[in-house]
């Protein structure tokens, strides 16, 4: 249906069919005369008429879905190195530790922990090689450190010493479990197979859970002008365990270093 502008002769607006008259406007002002003049057709507008101003109004009554918020589900805490400890709860989160072993209890796993234990480096002589055509360096070290349990004095997968001057490692020494032995007095001797550095473990009697070392270690590579401090670490390499122990009062004479506690 189409609205004409009587003195313009032209359609001022058009109406679908089936639509009320007044529901567009003003233009068909004589056709309104209640809201049901005004219904636009739509299920969710409110229409009414609105007399004074001959016009329809048209107010939304629907009311705006509200989205459903979606929760994000919590990624499961990882275990990137699988171990069966998640990492949060891991303390070796980046190493594979599954008995979460930590001798001294400072919340760093064993087989993380640089330092597991002290270790009481009574006295370390370092010898550096002064050889043109062989190696000729040395190094000799006593001491003892608390062992809990047989933890220090078991070598079922070697051992290793690592020795250090002011903080720099000098050399490593270690031993494979097949280069080691019991003692007949209870405690561990290890021979390297070039026969060239050796260490010896034994519990002391009259101080329970106290072991005493010795190593020796000759035709050694390392050079150079060295200082103390010296610190010696031995490691168990199956537990993991290292004993970390340092000798401050150092004096050298001939290039060859001598501390002790």
């Known amino acids: 249906m189409s609205v004409f502008d009587a003195p313009t002769a032209t359609v001022e607006k ?20 209640q809201d049901a003049d005004c219904d636009d057709g739509l299920s969710c507008t409110t229409d009414s008429y609105n007399l004074a101003q001959g016009l329809c109004t048209h107010s939304a009554n629907c009311a705006t879905p509200t989205a459903t918020p979606t ?33 001294h209890g400072d919340g760093l796993g064993d087989t993380c922990d640089p330092q597991d234990a002290a270790l009481n480096l009574e006295h370390i002589t370092l010898r550096p090689n002064s050889s043109m055509t062989s190696d000729n360096g040395s190094v000799r070290a006593r001491g003892t450190y608390l062992a809990q349990h047989n933890d220090g004095l078991e070598a079922n997968a070697g051992l290793r010493v690592t020795v250090s001057a002011v903080g720099n490692v000098v050399d490593t020494l270690e031993w494979a479990a097949s280069e080691c032995s019991p003692t007949s007095r209870g405690g561990l001797r290890c021979v ?7 260490i010896a473990l034994r519990p002391v009697s009259r101080q329970p859970g106290t ?16 200082a103390g401090p010296a610190t010696l670490t031995l490691e168990h390499l199956q537990s993991a365990i290292d004993r970390v122990g340092s000798a401050s009062s150092c004096t050298s004479f001939r290039q060859t270093l001598h501390c002790s506690l």
Do not use: E, M
Request: net charge positive; charged share 20%.
């Open 14 to 33: 058009t109406i679908a069919v089936g639509s009320a008259p007044c529901a567009f406007g003003q233009f068909i002002k004589p056709f309104c005369t």
């Open 71 to 103: 929760s994000t589900p919590t990624p499961a805490s990882s275990d990137s190195h699988g171990d069966g400890i998640a990492d949060g709860a891991d303390n070796c989160p980046t190493v594979f530790n599954p008995d979460q072993a930590d001798l």
């Open 192 to 198: 390297s197979a070039t026969r060239r550095y050796r």
């Open 211 to 226: 072991v005493r070392f010795r190593l020796q270690a000759t035709r050694r590579a390392f050079t150079g002008l060295l």
